[in-house]
């Protein structure tokens, strides 16, 4: 997916102003998940999940290379195919390979974070298949021509209204036609994809190293259908999906459930060891596909690498005040929300990400819902600090800092700026800053006297 | 007992009256306070920015003006989360960093955590506040009950809020970098704010943005610190 996060606060003012719809269709669906999580996460000792967790995903991600050759081998030994993917390039190169053997024509596909970021729809579209996402939300948002806007819930920046038109334009229903009957003409649509499909394409939750099981989590049963119907099934895995151990699941699967959606599990579970043995039903060919693209670059990161311990369960962005007020589209990457602001920068680059750690409060709402401890406020501050040495920052707000650092620094400075927020004008490079206040907050009304001014009084009086 | 006020750049400039209170307040229950003349700003929207630069002479020349105090008391949540958490973070293996952090606290944390005051008086009997849980308070200090603590014990009512932990939108130099943004926070956190005489916080930043947002929308609801409403409880 292209980037195009330089324009987040440009984008997130636009959406504001043009389509409040959004905020509203955001604000109430992460409240919701927000409300779930909070239920569900006060059901169980939730601390002590949190901390396990986080020990077993650092634990890999401190034997990485250990646990992806146990993996390669397990894999292997259950008769799936594995490829190595260093780049998205890498990963269309298999891609490509699998659809020109098979004939492929059309591919059915199950909701994937990473597929986006591989681009794997355009790269299928330019090789003559048709694509179907099979995630009711995904489905709409591709039929919109749209990214998702949210990890967990893609379509969630849409209201009601949005989803009858385009199915009224697109299918003929009728205006007012209540959601059961959308989501059935979707069915209908999607049920003959998944028995047409000569392929079917998916990322995962988790990648067993033991066992070298793949396990992917939903609700609705199109993952189910998408990796099992078809006569392919491609799994496309971040390096990072990996656990060590089969029971590691017992915790994981859980966590991430009540993390995302509040549910004690997903509707749906399942568990793929591999294609179909003689006398079974299933694939005929399993390709597993293990991703990079930047991670190992991230895990190097001395300061950043804890960020690959997410889940992608979405919690972060449900928490966050900053994301509820946009959705994630005006982040312009595919992870959007907190874990977009602290990830995309180490998958992109900085310089291509560099408004995203800005785009937060530091309100540490994030840090609280996140089930493996990310600790995303400290992530914020350290790509900030980055953005800052690396000159990405712009031009007036150097100067405003270098001009604060300066008044700042001397107490007798400070008392005359403190007269000059009292009648003199103000030092120019601190007027933007001003504007950008007062338009949406009236005037700044200083108190009549600073207090180091009425310290005196109260000294004397006391 | 002896303490060093830290006024804080935005209450020494917008809410002055919280110092006031907050020197009366102590005074009261018996501490003695002293105001550093040196002091200014603690660095942090140079920091929270990324300009660590230029917060780390900002926090070095802080750690000097406090050097001598018994305590450091802040009427701000987020400035004592800057002192508390991120001075040892800016100034790696820096003593005086540490000392700092152990002797700094957000006033209401200091009057029931340090003093183990939990009742001030009945000031505010019968009187309905809103109570803003600043996020550095909440999230960073862990400072929670504290102010309720107190608002109630003095008589207040304090009202429930269904977005009184979520963030305002001020989050520093966030409010004039992505103002829009910033307000539709705001305008989300003051869309549920319950029928109160009163609305107060821990930090100023908060009350400045949530205030101005109030004046444009013609509202006139009564905003004030959380340390003049303390003031009040004990006082009446």
């Known amino acids: 997916m292209r980037a195009k996060a330089k324009l987040y606060p440009k984008e997130a003012a636009r959406l504001l102003r043009e389509k409040p719809g959004v905020r509203e269709a955001v604000t109430g669906a992460t409240l919701h998940f927000e409300r779930n999580r909070l239920k569900a996460y006060a059901e169980v000792p939730i601390e002590a999940w949190r901390e396990r967790a986080k020990a077993v995903k650092d634990h890999v991600l401190s034997h990485l290379d250990r646990y992806l050759e146990l993996a390669e081998r397990r894999l292997r030994e259950n008769g799936v195919q594995v490829h190595w993917a260093e780049t998205p390039e890498d990963a269309h190169r298999v891609l490509r390979e699998v659809v020109q053997r098979h004939g492929v024509k059309r591919a059915v596909k199950a909701k994937s974070m990473l597929t986006e970021e591989l681009g794997v729809n355009p790269l299928l579209e330019a090789l003559g298949v048709e694509v179907y996402e099979t995630d009711l939300g995904e489905y709409l948002i591709q039929l919109l021509g749209e990214p998702p806007s949210h990890i967990v819930g893609p379509a969630i920046h849409l209201s009601l209204e949005e989803i009858q038109r385009l199915f009224h334009q697109r299918f003929g229903t009728p205006l007012d036609a209540p959601p059961e009957a959308l989501a059935q003409v979707a069915r209908n649509v999607l049920r003959e994809a998944f028995l047409t499909a000569e392929l079917g394409i998916s990322g995962a939750n988790f990648l067993v190293a033991e066992t070298g099981t793949l396990a992917l989590m939903e609700n609705e049963g199109n993952i189910r259908l998408s990796t099992s119907l078809p006569r392919v099934h491609v799994a496309f895995v971040g390096i990072e999906k990996l656990l060590p151990r089969f029971s590691d699941l017992a915790l994981f699967l859980p966590l991430t459930a009540r993390a995302a959606t509040g549910q004690r599990l997903a509707t749906f579970v399942s568990l793929i060891q591999g294609p179909a043995k003689e006398g079974e039903e299933g694939p005929e060919e399993v390709h597993v596909v293990l991703v990079d693209n930047g991670r190992t670059t991230l895990l190097a990161d001395p300061e950043a690498w804890e960020t690959l311990r997410c889940l992608r369960c979405g919690a972060c962005l449900n928490a966050c005040p900053v994301y509820r007020q946009t959705g994630g589209h005006p982040y312009g990457y595919v992870y959007s929300g907190p874990i977009g602001a602290v990830l995309d920068p180490g998958l992109l680059s900085l310089e291509e990400a560099y408004p995203l750690p800005y785009a937060s409060t530091l309100c540490g709402a994030c840090l609280e819902a996140c089930p493996v401890k990310i600790p995303i406020p400290k992530l914020l501050l350290t790509w900030r600090h980055r953005a800052v040495a690396e000159g990405l920052t712009p031009s007036w707000e150097k100067g405003a800092m270098r001009a604060f650092r300066k008044v700042m620094e001397s107490p007798a400075l400070y008392r005359l700026f403190s007269k000059g927020l009292r009648g003199l004008p103000l030092p120019q490079d601190l007027l933007p800053l001003l504007r950008a206040w007062t338009e949406g907050r009236g005037p700044l009304k200083p108190s009549p006297k600073p207090f180091h001014e009425l310290w005196k009084e109260v000294e004397r009086g006391g | ?236």
Not at chain 2, 15 to 29: D, I, Q, S
Not at chain 2, 71 to 96: A, D, F, I, Q, W
Not at chain 2, 107 to 128: H, N, P, Y
Not at chain 2, 146 to 174: R, T
């Open chain 2, 1 to 236: 007992m002896r303490v060093a006020l830290f006024i804080t750049c935005l209450a020494d400039q917008f809410y002055a009256e919280a110092g006031v209170a907050a020197v009366k307040l102590l005074r009261a229950l018996g501490v003695e306070v002293d105001f550093p003349q040196g002091q200014t700003c603690c660095g942090q929207p140079a920091f929270n920015a990324g300009y660590w630069d230029e917060a780390r002479p900002l926090a070095k020349r802080t750690l000097e003006v406090f050097e001598e105090a018994e305590y450091v008391v802040l009427p701000s949540g987020s400035c004592t989360s800057m002192v508390k958490n991120h001075y040892p973070e800016l100034l790696p293996g820096n003593r005086e960093a540490l000392a700092m952090a152990e002797k700094t606290y957000e006033l209401s944390q200091f009057l029931v955590r340090v003093l183990g005051v939990e009742k001030l008086g009945e000031g505010l009997k019968g009187r309905k506040v809103a109570y803003h849980h600043g996020c550095h308070a909440l999230r960073e200090l862990g400072v929670r009950e504290e102010p309720l603590l107190l608002l109630q014990n003095a008589g207040a009512e304090v009202l429930p809020w269904e977005a009184g932990e979520e963030c305002c939108g001020f989050g520093g130099l966030f409010s004039v970098k992505l103002p829009e943004v910033s307000l539709a926070m705001a305008d989300r956190k003051l869309a549920t704010l319950p029928k109160a005489e009163v609305l107060t916080s821990t930090d100023a930043g908060c009350l400045l943005h949530l205030a101005g947002r109030l004046g444009k929308k013609g509202e006139n609801l009564r905003v004030a610190p959380l340390a003049t409403l303390l003031w009040e409880a004990y006082a009446g």
